[in-house]
């Protein structure tokens, strides 16, 4: 069961991190005075979601659980 737990957090984990590496891409590309501020904001937390899932993941594959 932890192997699952593992693999699916880890998925979930590398799919936040690539949608916020092509949100933060896009917002690069297109972003102009009137982009929302806050947006930078959101793609760092996605990110680090992203991580914390990675890392979350990599316990439940050792036992760390």
Known sequence: MSLLIGLGAIGIGLWQIRAAY???N???ESGSKNANPFMLYAIWFGAFIG???LLLGVMALRGGF
């Open 51 to 53: 991580i914390i899932f």
């Open 26 to 28: 896009g917002y690069k």
């Open 22 to 24: 092509k949100s933060f």
